[in-house]
């Protein structure tokens, strides 16, 4: 996998963020959805956690420092824990889906947050992507939709410039 492919599930993870943050301006029951918006709503929660263990992984798989962060697997592995938890209890209407919700959630962040720190304390140039980590862990933790979205388009913008200087240097 390449910087190109974790440029591009970035955005995609940012993108459902966005438009599930413009969806929930309008207010949508999605904890016990009965309209079309609901239901948008919640599959927006759901796949925002699906996509964004993608994009995890793909930074896993991508960046030079992997072998040193194997805790981002934790985190995409329970980004997984975390969406399904979401539409089992949102969508299909089962309450014990919370409990996955609750326990992928907060993995989520905390696996992101160490990952971070690890990210930064190793000897390489990508360890700026550790303060992209500890952003991950920042927009679950505020409840923020918005922030987790900014999060990650704003990486993915700086991923391309990255990418381009490194290039640059190369030549």
């Known amino acids: 996998m390449s910087l ?3 440029r591009v599930a970035s ?12 969806v929930g301006l309008a207010d949508p ?11 948008l709503a919640a599959g927006l929660n ?23 962060v194997f805790l981002i697997l934790v985190a995409a592995a329970a980004g997984i824990v ?9 969508i299909l209407d089962y309450e014990w889906g919370f409990v996955l919700f609750g326990v992928g959630g907060i993995t989520t962040v905390l696996a992101s947050a160490l990952a971070g720190v690890v990210a930064l304390t190793v000897r390489d140039p990508f360890r700026w992507s550790g303060l992209f980590l500890l952003g991950v862990a ?3 933790a505020a409840d923020s939709a918005l922030v987790w979205a900014v999060v990650w388009l704003v990486f993915a913008l700086y991923l391309g410039q990255f990418t381009q200087i490194v290039a640059s240097n190369e030549s």
């Open 4 to 6: 190109g492919s974790l």
């Open 11 to 22: 955005v995609a993870v940012g993108a459902v963020a966005l438009i599930g943050f413009l």
């Open 29 to 39: 029951a999605y904890y016990s959805p009965e309209t079309p918006m609901d239901y």
């Open 46 to 68: 759901s796949a925002g956690p699906f996509v964004a263990a993608a994009a995890l992984f793909i930074w896993w798989r991508s960046t030079p420092i992997r072998r040193g």
């Open 82 to 90: 975390w969406g399904l938890g979401n539409l089992i209890e949102d």
């Open 138 to 140: 920042a927009g679950p």
